[in-house]
């Protein structure tokens, strides 16, 4: 064994434990990073191939890990651009120059221009809802743009679908043929009548007058008409016919909808767009008409005062007329090995080779976690945890630096031979 040897293997242990203490220094620098990691150093060993009867040292190589995977504590905010992840997932966000990347670090707040920017400079990426569910690319991030809370004010949008569940009366009367609202005369009369708001392009209110008439046992007519059309008095006749009529059939032997009827009526608001109205959970039970339900999508133009985020990433906005409408929905992304992500400046990862594909998906969905608003994950940083291996390097560096001065001193005393 020589004694250079062994001091080239002393100053690799040396090296090995100052890189463990930058380690250490990184992860105490970061105990107060929102969405921080810690890292660790992982030791191994080098060995150099020995001659028989002889021995030569070899050394220690390093390797960086990131505890990606590992869940930190959240802590409750009182802004509701605070975001976390409970569970599996990464916000996708965006650099300057429109660079994507992965972070769970979600204290975002709007910029200027109304983009909602995390504290390193990151534009958070959502799909933007008009008002259906995006089409979402499983493996890309086409369709992704920055949710912006600016644009949020003065918006219309026009009715395009919606529910209507009720109970109709198994004991009415039948309304004769010459009677129905869909003849739309002065003698027009029916069993059930209900009202329904729409919307039409520009966010003006068009009110339906939706009309339910008995036709025979288990039969039954239903008629949407426009209210500004109705008479002076109210009601028929209508100065237009009917929007739409549709028949209702419901099975005797339970009161459901039969699978031979209209399970949905279809109007063009006036206006506006074509609205789908789902029946498919309508009853004919012996009792009265009863309104179960009744939803419409589309609002009218209105300011956005309160914004909020529930748990599967759907941004809603609560405008001033007290119309709730999705915006937004933020997706998460994942990979196969997410501590074999590579990091990068501003607390967000690059997917590596070993890391596996991004995938992108909705909170909530297969493996994915949770999105938590009002709440910021913590740094995974344990200070007692680092404290302790500061001290632990801090001596094996110092016993490594002791090998060390024993060699040059050994080589002293073999240089002086000389003399």
Same mark, same amino acid.
Not at 27 to 37: L, M, R
Not at 183 to 192: G, L, V
Not at 335 to 358: E, I, K, M
């Given at each position: ?47 150099? %191939? ?59 707040? *709007? ?20 008002? $259906? ?66 919307? #039409? ?22 008629? *949407? ?48 767009? *074509? ?57 998460? *992304?994942?990979?196969?090995?997410? $501590? ?18 991004? %995938? ?21 940083? $344990? ?8 001290? #632990? ?11 060390? %001065? ?14």
């Amino acid at each position: 064994m020589s004694l250079t040897g062994v001091m080239r293997t002393s100053v690799s242990g040396m090296s090995a434990q100052a890189t463990r203490l930058s380690t250490v220094a990184d992860n105490v620098a970061n105990v107060n990073t929102t969405g921080y990691k810690k890292s660790s150093c992982e030791f191994s060993t080098l060995l150099l %191939q020995n001659c028989p009867g002889a021995y030569e040292s070899g050394g220690v190589d390093t390797d960086i890990r990131s505890a990606v995977s590992g869940q930190g504590s959240l802590l409750s905010t009182s802004s509701v651009t605070d975001l976390a992840v409970s569970g599996d997932g990464f916000f996708v966000v965006q650099d300057a120059s429109g660079t994507p990347y992965l972070t769970r670090a979600g204290a975002f707040q *709007a910029d200027g221009d109304g983009n909602l920017e995390n504290a390193a400079g990151f534009t958070l990426l959502g799909y933007r809802l008009d008002p $259906d569910q995006p089409d979402v690319t499983v493996n890309g991030y086409t369709g992704l743009t920055p949710v912006n809370l600016e644009d949020l004010a003065l918006t219309a949008s026009a009715s395009t679908s919606g529910t209507f569940t009720a109970n109709l009366p198994s004991t009415a009367d039948v309304t004769p043929s010459a009677e129905l609202p869909s003849a739309n005369s002065a003698s027009s009369t029916y069993n059930a009548k209900k009202s329904l708001v729409t919307y #039409d392009s520009l966010g003006g209110e068009v009110t339906l007058d939706l009309y339910f008439s008995k036709t025979a046992d288990n039969r039954w007519e239903m008629s *949407a008409f426009n209210k500004a059309d109705s008479a002076a008095s109210g009601g028929f006749p209508y100065s237009s016919a009917a929007l739409t009529t549709i028949s209702l059939a419901f099975n005797p032997a339970d009161g459901k909808l039969a699978s031979s009827s209209a399970q949905e009526l279809t109007a063009s608001i006036p206006g506006g767009q *074509a609205l789908t109205l789902d029946l498919s959970k309508m009853t004919q039970l012996a009792t009265d008409y009863t309104v179960l339900g009744a939803e419409v999508n589309g609002n009218a133009p209105s300011g956005s005062s309160v914004v909020d985020i529930a748990r599967d990433g759907t941004v809603y906005a609560t405008y001033d007329n007290s119309t709730r409408v999705p915006v937004y929905r933020i997706p998460l *992304a994942h990979v196969t090995s997410p $501590d074999r992500l590579t990091p990068v400046a501003g607390n967000a990862y690059q997917p590596s080779a070993d890391s596996g594909d991004v %995938q992108i998906g909705f909170a909530q969905t297969g493996t994915l976690g949770s999105i938590v608003s009002n709440a910021l994950e913590q740094s995974t940083v $344990d200070l007692a945890t680092e404290l302790t291996a500061m001290i #632990d390097a801090q001596r094996s560096y110092s016993a490594n630096s002791k090998v060390f %001065q024993t060699g040059s001193e050994l080589m002293d005393v073999l240089v002086n031979l000389k003399r």
